[in-house]
């Protein structure tokens, strides 16, 4: 059976009828998760950007999803009455509640990303105020690109709904970008001690050279392209993606179906095999097994392609060059 005939039947359950899978987006300026494509036209979306220099494609009318609300607010782990500074800056990708620590920045290339063009007082709204406000008690796609508030932010949404979280993505800092950031360091150690585990660490970063040195030695435009592409960046921060264990008795069928399509959007289809094992044995429901079939033949096709083929070899020319 193909993947979108399964998705339709996920879609058609009565589970998720009542319950649409929620969707999540803190910082969307960028563009909305291109994963969600597949299963926007049934799920309820939530975005926030409190810069809105790049963020009007979110709020077009022919929306994709079932439902979509869009915040142009600052969010925050705490409720205030008062109006919070918003440091805006040259690239609308690093603007943040939280002021550029240009000490730190001096030493990298991108630096003038971070300068900031105008500090304005913004109102800002706290999380589990929006839930309410919106009548949801569920997150199930937690993904936040807050330029150094991901972990306060997902600190602060109540525990019943963290715990029943089924995929999250943060994006933390490895250098001080910001002051008082939430760094990799902090989450990696929280999320220790959370029903989550470990799915992927894509490590990205920018050129350790002071943005005048830069300029000095690749004069021309496109020298200065090229070395963006060839010189080695350093670490400067990484998208992590943590999943549910999901061992909670609190979790029902509806956690499982959500859990194995999040898995195979992520093409991580060894989880999406093992999530609709376990659903089956606990609910017995003949869906899971068709997933975990799509799975078994998804994994199988992956070990006997050609790409396979080609990383294998990959490895193989690599540790023989060592």
Not at 4 to 11: A, F, S, T, V
Not at 92 to 98: A, H, I, W
Not at 253 to 265: A, D, K, N, Y
Request: aromatic share 14%; hydrophobic share 40%.
């Amino acid at each position: 059976m193909s993947l979108n005939k399964l998705i339709r039947q996920i879609e058609n359950r009565k589970e998720i009828q009542e319950a649409p899978p929620v969707l999540l987006d803190i910082g969307a300026s960028n563009d909305l998760n291109p994963l969600w494509s597949k299963i926007a036209h049934f799920s309820i979306g939530i975005a926030f950007d409190a810069d809105d220099r790049d963020f009007n494609y979110i709020e077009r009318k022919d929306s994709k999803f079932k439902k979509l609300y869009v915040f142009n607010k600052l969010v925050v782990d705490k409720s205030s009455e008062n109006r919070e500074d918003f440091y805006l800056t040259q690239s609308p990708y690093c603007s943040s509640l939280l002021k550029p620590n240009h000490s730190s920045l001096k030493y990298y290339e991108y630096s003038d990303y971070f300068h900031v063009k105008e500090v304005s007082k913004m109102d800002s709204i706290a999380l589990d105020t929006v839930l309410k406000e919106l009548n949801i008690n569920q997150i199930d796609w937690f993904k936040s690109d807050s330029q150094g508030i991901d972990l306060r932010l997902f600190k602060s949404v109540e525990e019943p709904i963290k715990e029943k979280v089924i995929l999250a993505i943060f994006e933390p800092g490895f250098i001080d970008a910001y002051e008082n950031e939430d760094k990799i360091s902090h989450l990696l150690s929280y999320m220790d001690h959370t029903p989550f585990f470990l799915v992927d660490f894509y490590v990205k970063g920018p050129i350790r050279m002071p943005k005048d040195s830069f300029n000095s030695l690749f004069r021309g435009k496109y020298a200065k392209k090229m070395a963006k592409h060839m010189i080695d960046h350093v670490p400067g921060w990484a998208e992590i993606i943590y999943m549910n264990k999901m061992e909670s008795p609190d979790f029902t069928i509806r956690e499982f179906l959500l859990g194995w399509l999040f898995s195979t959007i992520l093409e991580r289809h060894e989880l999406a095999f093992m999530v609709a094992q376990n659903g089956y044995e606990k609910f017995q429901d003949d869906l899971l097994l068709s997933l975990q079939e799509y799975s078994r033949k998804e994994l199988l096709k992956n070990i006997y392609s050609f790409n396979s083929f080609v990383k294998v070899a990959g490895m193989a020319l690599k540790k023989y060059l060592r």
